[in-house]
T-cell receptor, first 107, second 116 residues
Framework: KNEVEQSPQNLTAQEGEFITINCSYSVGISALHWLQQHPGGGIVSLFMLSSGKKKHGRLIATINIQEKHSSLHITASHPRDSAVYIC?????????FGTGTRLKVLA | DGGITQSPKYLFRKEGQNVTLSCEQNLNHDAMYWYRQDPGQGLRLIYYSQIVNDFQKGDIAEGYSVSREKKESFPLTVTSAQKNPTAFYLC???????????????FGPGTRLTVL
């Protein structure tokens, strides 16, 4: 069993839909990260959180430390949101990554 | 603009040849990392360096080597001992070399290596 599990693995949505991607982890962490990887391969950091909730534009990330679970929400989804979304957790010296959720938003 | 550069974006090599992937950052970050990404798998750590002239093996270091002679540079050599080198390689960096726990990682654009 992977230490960081994401669901779903693949997701197709219509433009405007509300999207939720889930992440569960089984190790002790200092922080949880949500990353976005576009088709070209480059990765950008969306959120780093250790408690509660963060919002940036149409993106919202939440974390429940007791349940070892985080969610990434996208409101009013748009085709430009199509990408792979990766959950990662950070410990003392390294990060552990989930396998990613491939999102496709159709116009 | 500050960032991380990796070159080249695509690299083709014959089996049995060593190849070096470049990673340069001008973010003044202390820590640098090399990851490998394969289809259906999460990023896996190859090597990391928290400070100049020091580096540690990650989870899949066999068949790879690195150097950290300058703060801004962390090249990765894929040797002929690496059994399955074809993959997408990502370099990353974080500030605060000895305390990375709460630091955001910055990633380069990646190098796709194909060994023929």
């Amino acid at each position: 069993k992977n230490e960081v599990e994401q669901s779903p693995q693949n997701l197709t949505a219509q433009e405007g839909e509300f999207i939720t991607i889930n992440c569960s982890y089984s190790v002790g962490i200092s922080a949880l990260h949500w990353l976005q990887q576009h088709p070209g391969g480059g990765i950008v950091s969306l959120f780093m959180l250790s408690s509660g909730k963060k919002k940036h534009g149409r993106l919202i990330a939440t974390i429940n430390i007791q349940e070892k679970h985080s969610s990434l929400h996208i409101t009013a989804s748009h085709p430009r949101d199509s990408a792979v979304y990766i959950c990662a957790v950070s410990g003392t010296y390294k990060y552990i990554f989930g396998t990613g959720t491939r999102l496709k938003v159709l116009a | 603009d500050g960032g991380i550069t990796q070159s080249p974006k695509y690299l083709f090599r014959k089996e049995g040849q060593n190849v070096t992937l470049s990673c340069e950052q001008n973010l003044n970050h202390d820590a640098m990392y090399w990851y490998r990404q394969d289809p259906g798998q999460g990023l896996r750590l190859i090597y990391y360096s928290q400070i100049v002239n020091d580096f540690q093996k990650g989870d899949i270091a066999e068949g790879y080597s690195v150097s950290r002679e300058k703060k801004e540079s962390f090249p990765l050599t894929v040797t002929s001992a690496q059994k399955n080198p074809t993959a997408f390689y990502l370099c990353a960096s974080t500030p605060g070399g000895t305390s990375i726990t709460y630091n955001e990682q910055f990633f380069g654009p990646g190098t796709r290596l194909t060994v023929l």
